[in-house]
């Protein structure tokens, strides 16, 4: 599976755009970007995932850059309930099982 | 909506004891996946399974075994624990397909002793 890298800490104000980048530089054609988060200890909660176009659901907004190197995740108004750890995972088509690697740990401020 | 069921939610056993989890899915999801957590670190894959088959192993120890009923349900069974062991144990299902979200349960937190 292609690797992700993603800062490890990002702070954001209450209200505001979040704005979370992923780079995967190496990605193949036919693997999926998924982005999950996971808030102290729960299970993780899929947000949303996409293979080429952007996507948007009632959670966020997924940006993927036209040649599919790099990701953003956008929480178009960040409450402190979305203060948790952010994963993105490139998911291949051969394999079922999602590599969570190091997330993004995100503090909304109020 | 209905979510994954796992049970139970903690168990404390002591060292070389055995453990079972239990795990069901959401209805008319037919894949199961078995994640461990340990302390501080991220999930990690153990196991998959759809329609009942064993369809992807992560980094499961050879003490830890898992199957998967008639009724979709999943149990991960481990022996001879170890202190090592002490993780949050997540399931998670989906539909069939790669490019299907898999949905996670509450976890199971094991304490071993």
């Known amino acids: 599976d292609a690797k992700t890298t993603h800062p490890p800490s990002m702070d954001c104000a209450e209200g505001r755009a979040a704005n979370l980048p992923c780079n995967h530089s190496t990605i193949s054609g036919n693997e999926y970007v998924y982005w999950y988060r996971q808030i102290h200890s729960q299970g993780p909660q899929y947000i949303i995932h996409?293979?080429?176009n952007n996507e948007t659901n009632e959670m966020a907004s997924l940006i993927i850059t036209e040649d599919r190197k790099s990701s953003t995740l956008i929480l178009p108004h960040a409450t402190l309930r979305d203060t948790a750890v952010y994963y993105c995972?490139?998911?291949?088509?051969?394999?079922?099982?999602?590599?969570f690697g190091t997330g993004t740990s995100l503090t909304v401020i109020p | 909506a209905a979510g994954v069921i796992q049970s139970p939610r903690h168990l404390i056993k002591e060292k070389r004891e055995t453990a079972t989890l239990k795990c069901y899915p959401i209805?008319?999801?037919?894949?199961v996946y078995w994640y461990q957590q340990g302390p501080g670190q991220d999930p990690q894959f153990l196991i998959s399974?759809?329609?009942?088959?064993?369809?992807d192993k992560g980094s499961i120890p050879d003490r830890f075994s898992a199957q998967q009923f008639s009724d979709y349900h999943s149990e991960l069974n481990m022996s001879s624990l170890e202190l090592g062991d002490s993780a949050l144990y997540f399931c998670?299902?989906?539909?069939?397909?790669?490019?299907?979200?898999?949905?996670f349960g509450p976890g199971t937190r094991l304490t071993v002793t």
């Open positions: 995972i490139v998911r291949a088509d051969t394999g079922n099982q999602f590599y």
């Open positions: 998670a299902s989906s539909l069939p397909g790669f490019h299907y979200e898999q949905y």
């Open positions: 996409g293979l080429k």
């Open positions: 399974f759809y329609e009942k088959m064993q369809s």
């Open positions: 209805p008319r999801h037919d894949t």
